[in-house]
């Protein structure tokens, strides 16, 4: 199905205001959990996991850490890479899939924390796909001239929500917080070149985190009998992931009149690495063209394309008047993507 026809809004972002990007951050919790160490909980193994995943290894928050102190270290360390002092910030975006509270947003205590007061402060619930649709507002914001500089945080702590005995979703997922520094350019050429947003609710039955029994769609056949976990039907997932990918990629590529060479970079959603390596290969692309670090985080969820993008600005791959593509999927169903030039 194409993404018209799945209600995915489509706008080109040129406009006189230019947008650079000036620093980035990252946190992860520091304990390791291995496919060794899974096996011990769930019937898998190392080579189960690896084959069909790519996943070696994830990073699982302690008791007591919650999004909220993964976005803080990120935030601080995005804010003092970017050079700039947190009173700078005109508003500050998480995307997340799982608030510390309903009330308040978790974004209004970051901004609190890091000593960016009063700067705007906006929760984003895209699930994985939630930091592309924050970039994408927070460009937004800029080239519409009614904010200079914005933060852009993808978090969460996904291990809080997960079935431990159903070896289906805990292999999958890890924990950690990344994001951006976005500030307005003097360059119109700078910046968010094209972005789209779509999602397709008539699917959401496929990835869902039900509270209570009026939460499980009918005639369900996933559901492990754990409330306030992760239920996921890992064949129809597959298959929207393989197919949204490969298209948003195409349609990017179509709309702006480029080829696949053109891109010095795709950084997208760490979902499967078979995946991401189909479409890489499709595309006749390089391995260095498309990051993959699946392998050592896990689908991280909101915070698995911002941390990539922070590895990436930390080793210097990426460079002024590079073409970026972002792109991300995930619950909802949604999607969205992000063409920049650095």
């Known amino acids: ?72 270290e990120a935030a601080r360390q995005a804010v003092q890479n970017a050079g700039i002092d947190p009173k700078q910030l005109d508003m500050l975006i998480l995307a997340t899939t799982r608030p510390e509270m309903v009330c308040p947003s978790t974004a209004a205590r970051v901004v609190a924390e890091i000593g960016a007061s009063p700067a705007g402060a906006l929760d984003v619930n895209a699930v994985c796909s939630g930091f592309v649709y924050a970039l994408n507002v927070g460009a937004s914001m800029i080239q519409s001239g009614a904010m200079r500089t914005v933060a852009v945080l993808g978090a969460d702590v996904m291990s809080a929500f997960l079935d431990w ?32 947003m779509g999602s397709d609710g008539n699917q959401w039955q496929h990835l869902y985190c039900p509270r209570s029994a009026q939460d499980i769609p009918p005639n369900d056949t996933i559901f492990s009998g754990a409330f306030e976990t992760m239920q996921m039907n890992g064949r129809e997932i597959y298959r929207f992931a393989v197919a949204t990918l490969q298209g948003e990629i ?73 073409l970026v593509l972002f792109v991300a999927l995930g619950g909802g169903l949604t999607w969205a993507s992000s063409l920049w030039r650095i």
């Open 250 to 322: 195409d349609r990017a590529l179509d709309a702006m009149g480029l080829k696949p060479s053109d891109l010095a970079m795709i950084i997208s959603h760490q979902s499967n690495s078979r995946i991401m390596e189909s479409a890489r290969q499709r595309l006749g692309l390089p391995p260095e063209k498309l990051y993959i670090n699946i392998d050592r985080y896990g689908n991280t969820s909101s915070a698995s394309v911002p941390i990539c993008l922070h590895e990436l600005w930390q080793a210097g791959r990426l460079k002024a008047g590079d």
């Open 1 to 72: 199905m194409s993404a018209a026809a799945m209600g995915s809004t489509n706008q080109t972002g040129r406009t006189k205001i230019g947008i650079r990007m000036l620093g980035t951050g990252m946190s992860v919790p520091p304990r390791v959990m291995t496919n060794q160490d899974l096996a011990k909980l769930v019937d898998t193994s190392d080579d189960w996991i690896s084959q069909r995943t790519g996943i070696r290894e994830r990073r699982v928050a302690a008791p007591g850490v919650t999004v909220r102190h993964l976005a803080v």
């Open 165 to 196: 005995k159903d070896r289906g979703t805990c292999i999958l997922f890890g924990d950690g917080a990344a994001g951006v520094i976005l500030t307005a350019s003097d360059d119109p050429e700078q910046g968010c070149l094209r972005q789209t």
